[in-house]
């Protein structure tokens, strides 16, 4: 059965007690009481098609604001740094384990930004999480290469996800990839151009300057490649 992220996390809300990891405890209170802009399980029924709306300490119109995506958001730096430099644009951060999620939303809330949200999702079944044409750019830096054959399917980059984002992006909007892993890349490249992207050389939202990640500094720092591209829609 294909994933589906909104509910990958279900079981674990719904016995959800006192006794758990803290921070499951944390996460599942936070998203009660409001004290950190988190999502989890099936709260994020009601998300697709209202994203904008979630952003709740930012008044006004927000239906023109950019709506940015970071798959791996890890603890947040790229995000955060991403949301300070670009106040104009909505971020969310998605991530896999509970840990990185509340210290991601933790950086957010201590750095004073109004424009992040944190969901614990697998991206792996992105389909129910945005509705069409809602997202303006998905930022995915050093997704987990799962490099042995027999994890392949855990891979982020397959045609089904590069399609997913296809229809979840505005007519605009863009995809951005780094990674480390060359036989990736090139995995990647052949994914994202056969469902309708074509390379761009700068981003909206984007065009005055890149970010760097925790994963591409430690990959820096060891004098390793990195690989990295942008997309748009093909008639964008
Ligand atoms: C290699 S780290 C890269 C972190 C960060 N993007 C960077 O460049 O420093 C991969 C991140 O993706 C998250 N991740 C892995 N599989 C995921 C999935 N299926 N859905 C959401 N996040 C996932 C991991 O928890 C981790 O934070």
Sequence with gaps: MPVRSIDVFADVVAKFDNDCNAFVAKLVQAQQ???LPVAIGPALRDFPGSWRSKFTAIEGDKSKMPLIVEIG???GQTLCDMAERHP?????GIDITFKRVVHTAERARDRGLKNVFVVLANAGGLAPLFSEGEVDGFVTFF???WVKKKHARNRLYSESFCSTVYRQLSARGFIWLKTDQLPYFEMACEFTESVGFRETASLPVFAAGDFSSLFLRRFELKGQPWYG???VKLNA
């Design 33 to 35: 009481d409001g004290a």
């Design 143 to 145: 997704p987990d290469p």
């Design 88 to 92: 104009e644009a909505l971020f969310v």
């Design 229 to 231: 591209r942008k997309w």
């Design 73 to 75: 958001c890890h603890t």
